[in-house]
Every structure is written in C-alpha cells, then in structure tokens.
C-alpha cells in the first residue's frame, strides 16, 4: 500500500510563516498529482493547493499570493510553504496524492493531517 507522513504543522502567530512536508511511500509507480486540503472545526474540507507530475499548480482564492505548493515527483513528496498566516488559515492540513500504484491502478491517498494554528 502506500502511505503519507506529514510534518511540519504547529502554533503561530498572525503574520508569520509555517512550511508543510509530506512524504510518499510504498507501492508507488508515479504520482500525477499531489497536494494540500484544509479542515477548520464544524467546515468541509477544502482544496488549498495542488501540484501535478507536469508542474501545473492550482490555489483556493483564499491563499493565492501567501502560500506556495511544490513537489519532487521522483521523490514523491509535496510541500506547502504559507506566508503572512492569518487567523482563518487554522486548520487540520491534510496532504493528498493522486498515484499510479505497482498495481498499475491509480489510487488516491491521504495522510493523517497535521494542525496548524495560528492565532491573533
């Protein structure tokens, strides 16, 4: 199977930075795409940020300009670098991957999540 580890997550305060990391290991042939949601407390959750194999990215209206996503595809890995945090940006972070697995299917996968508070 395949797994995804986060770190990275914890407090800040407004105005201040936090950068995620997440792993991908396993049965993995390749990733198409890899990427951040968010869930804050009683809220669905909701795409951040996304990076595909080709290096095409995608962001929530709600982060453009603060945070950026990137990727090692030969490492399967994924990275949230978020600036300029403001309250709302509290939230469990979950990484995602959409990957082709040595079963030759593509599966997608999530980690556990890691908190990210921010306070004001």
């Known amino acids: 199977q395949v797994q995804l580890v986060e770190s990275g997550g914890g407090l800040v305060q407004a105005g201040g930075s936090l950068r995620l990391s997440c792993a991908a290991s396993?049965?993995?042939?390749?990733?198409?795409?890899m990427g951040w949601y968010r869930q804050a407390p009683g809220k669905q959750r909701d795409l951040v940020a996304k990076?595909?194999?080709?290096?095409?990215?995608n962001y929530a209206n709600s982060v453009k300009g603060r945070f950026t996503v990137s990727g090692d595809n030969a490492k399967s890995t994924v990275f949230l670098q978020m600036n300029s945090l403001k309250a709302d940006d509290t939230a469990v972070y979950y990484c995602y991957a959409q990957i082709l697995t040595t079963e030759l299917i593509p599966r997608t996968f999530w980690g556990r999540g890691t908190q990210v508070t921010v306070s004001s």
């Open positions: 990076i595909t194999s080709g290096g095409s990215t």
């Open positions: 396993g049965n993995i042939v390749r990733p198409s795409v």
